[in-house]
């Protein structure tokens, strides 16, 4: 059964800092790896989607790597702004669904 | 334009009742889902439907019944309703009839049905 994790669970910093958010999961055999934002009272925006195959992604200031092997990803947020804050979701692709983790709490102080 | 909207945003009611969600997509999408996101903030799917035709139907109690009139609805009807399902329900779609799982497919979700079951 695939099990996914996120730490840290939440996480606060100051407007600037670049930072990384931890992803990780228990069975490597995935199709794909994707990185949602949640945002209060709204639906997810998919952000960025890393397939099997690939190592990372980047979109703007956010870069997805994924290590399939050791069942790891990190989503690298550079220059972090107030506008970043939401609670950033986790999820692996195999079958025909997806997996998601509990998520990570990030709020940027300005 | 709302890509995957639900109805309605928030719902109470009292245990035993009966009550449906409603989801609409404008995308021309193939394939709708119903996610379950529980107080711990896991979300988990719960059905998907491809061109009206159940997918997936993970082990969810058979008081939740789906119903897909065409590709663009699919609502979510619940039964005797408990303490239990007091959750947030999300809506999703996506193009093709994989979950999300192909290379470059990506699911679009709805705001979210905040049920609570008193």
């Known amino acids: 059964k695939q099990e996914v994790t996120q730490i840290p669970a939440a996480l606060s910093v100051p407007e600037g800092e670049n930072l990384v958010l931890n992803c990780s999961f228990t069975d490597s055999a995935i199709y794909n790896l994707q990185w949602f934002r949640q945002d209060p009272g709204k639906g997810l925006t998919s952000l960025l989607l890393?397939?099997?195959?690939?190592r990372e992604q980047t979109s703007g200031r956010l870069n997805a790597s994924l290590d399939k092997s050791s069942g790891r990803s990190t989503l690298y947020i550079a220059a972090s702004q107030p506008g970043d804050s939401a609670t950033y979701l986790c999820a692996v692709g195999r079958g025909n669904k997806l997996v998601f983790g509990a998520g990570t709490i990030l709020r940027v102080k300005s | 334009d709302t890509a995957v909207s639900q109805t309605p945003k928030y719902l109470v009611t009292q245990m035993g009742n009966d009550k449906s969600i409603k989801c609409e997509q404008n995308?021309?999408?193939?394939?709708m889902y119903w996610y379950k996101q529980d107080s711990k903030k896991f979300l988990k799917i719960m059905f998907s439907?491809?061109?009206?035709?159940?997918?997936i139907n993970e082990t969810v109690p058979n008081r939740f019944s789906p119903k897909s009139p065409d590709k663009a609805h699919l609502n979510l009807h619940i039964n005797s309703l408990e303490l239990g399902d007091s959750a947030v329900y999300f809506c999703a779609s996506s193009q093709a009839g994989t979950g999300g799982t192909t290379t470059n497919e990506k699911l679009f979700f709805g705001s979210g049905t905040q049920l609570s079951v008193l």
């Open positions: 995308l021309g999408h193939d394939t």
């Open positions: 439907y491809n061109n009206k035709e159940l997918i």
């Open positions: 890393i397939q099997s195959s690939q």
